[in-house]
């Protein structure tokens, strides 16, 4: 009797699992807000070693005024980004090659580059200056640089520009070396980008140098995709519209520069 007692018992609870088993999976799913949709992926081209507007902080982290301006975009456009580093030689080849959707390095707008690319509205813009001492009260224009001598790089745009205008060039290997000579007195002047500028000052407010003079032309600055990549552009284009709107813009801008950088 007793045998019979717990068997029963057994099959009961057998029976009573398996049905509260059957309600379970019968029950419907529950209501509510669904999880949202997974981002995708968009891959960028940038050097990496470009401060500051791509390289690597303290810490080893990616950053720089070109990261946070793609960073934000994606954000706005649900796309989550996947920044891949390569040397400039390489970076639009890499484009052409697929390696990446598009590429977010301060590269100017130009129409040989229009041709063959799609391109984002500008969202930087930069001009040549002309950089001298702070108490340097003789040169005023690009004319006043006639006998007197500047620091420029052989290969440089800007060495032509100040021969042109009769200077005497020192060749220095890049902007830092050029600003060692003008602060040392042993140049005059040089010629450099304005961003450049800007962020030599936000680093080393210190520094007795100013700009005397503004190349008038701006040049453009934008993301750069494969041709064709219409809709991605109109998205972008959107994000940063917006971003100019709300201020995000001038934000990152005033964090890199201390200056409003997109006019």
């Known amino acids: 009797m007793k045998k019979l007692l717990t068997a029963s018992l057994i099959t009961c609870a057998l029976v009573a699992a398996a049905g509260c088993g059957t309600n379970k999976a019968q029950q419907p799913a529950a209501t509510g807000s669904a999880a949202p ?75 040989d580059r229009l041709e063959k690319y799609d391109m984002s509205d500008p969202y930087i813009v930069s001009r040549a200056v002309l950089i001298v001492a702070g108490n ?58 304005s961003l450049s500028y800007l962020d030599l000052k936000k680093q080393r407010p210190e520094l007795q140098i100013k700009t005397v003079y503004e190349e008038p032309n701006a040049t453009s600055n934008a993301f750069l995709l494969r041709k064709g990549s219409t809709d991605l552009v109109q998205q972008i284009n959107k994000a940063l519209a917006d971003m100019k709107s709300d201020g995000t813009s001038l934000k990152i801008s005033q964090k890199w520069f201390n200056a409003d950088v997109s006019k």
């Open 37 to 111: 949709a997974k981002a995708a992926e968009i891959t960028i081209g940038t050097e990496g070693t470009y401060s500051p507007f791509t390289f690597h902080d303290k810490g080893g982290a990616l950053t720089g005024f070109d990261v946070e301006m793609a960073e934000e975009v994606c954000k706005r456009i649900n796309r989550t980004p996947r920044f891949i580093e390569t040397k400039w030689d390489g970076m639009i080849a890499g484009l052409d090659a697929k390696r990446y959707d598009m590429v977010a390095n301060e590269v100017a707008v130009r129409p």
């Open 136 to 193: 340097n009260t003789n040169i005023k224009s690009l004319d006043d640089l006639k006998g007197k001598k500047v620091g420029q790089s052989l290969d440089s745009n800007y060495r032509k520009i100040a021969e042109d205008h009769g200077a005497t060039n020192t060749v220095v290997e890049g902007f830092n070396q050029a600003i060692d000579l003008l602060t040392s007195g042993r140049i005059d002047a040089t010629l450099n980008d």
